[in-house]
């Protein structure tokens, strides 16, 4: 093999080392400060919502004007923290995740620092993942998208599963 050739795949090689460093130390960084996800659904859905009033989106929800979805807690149905409950009145973002900053703590090693959060949209919850590794489950579907969540929906986040409640 000629000088001209040996040299030209040493210097592929380092190439590709340093595109697989770059890529991992990406990853790492992305597992252990988290990513900023700017709210844009609730950027973009709110005046639709607010101006076609609450009827509209209750209506939107196929239920009716008497049993309007008004969670008040996050209720842990499997994992680690099975049983327990977080109180959500008042709050119109929760994030979730591995992280003290959370205000839903996973004690779950499938899940990300910041996993996944949840937005009050209007009257409705919107359920986000925050391009976490192993991904946000909503009624056993992977959440690539916002979606709304209704009354007895499971989301799941690693081995940990919970609803909203009223």
Not at 7 to 12: A, D, E, P, S, T
Not at 32 to 56: E, F
Not at 68 to 77: A, M
Request: proline share 2%; charged share 20%; aromatic share 6%.
């Amino acid at each position: 093999m000629s000088e001209l050739a040996l040299f030209l795949v040493r210097i592929g090689f380092v190439a590709v080392l340093w595109i697989f460093i770059l890529s991992l130390l990406s990853v790492i960084r992305a597992d252990l400060y988290g990513r900023r996800v700017i709210s844009k659904i609730a950027k973009q859905n709110a005046p639709k919502l607010t101006s076609a009033g609450i009827a509209g989106s209750v209506a939107s929800l196929g239920i009716e004007d008497g049993d309007v979805f008004e969670p008040t807690q996050i209720s842990v149905l499997t994992g680690r923290t099975a049983g327990t409950a977080i109180q959500i009145d008042g709050k119109r973002e929760l994030l979730i995740g591995r992280s003290t900053g959370c205000d839903m703590v996973l004690s779950d090693e499938f899940a990300s620092n910041t996993h996944a959060k949840l937005v009050l949209v209007g009257e409705d919850w919107v359920l986000q993942d925050l391009n976490s590794t192993n991904g946000t489950f909503l009624e056993g579907k992977k959440v690539t998208t916002p979606q709304t969540i209704r009354a007895g929906m499971t989301i799941r986040i690693g081995t940990t599963n919970f609803e909203l409640r009223a």
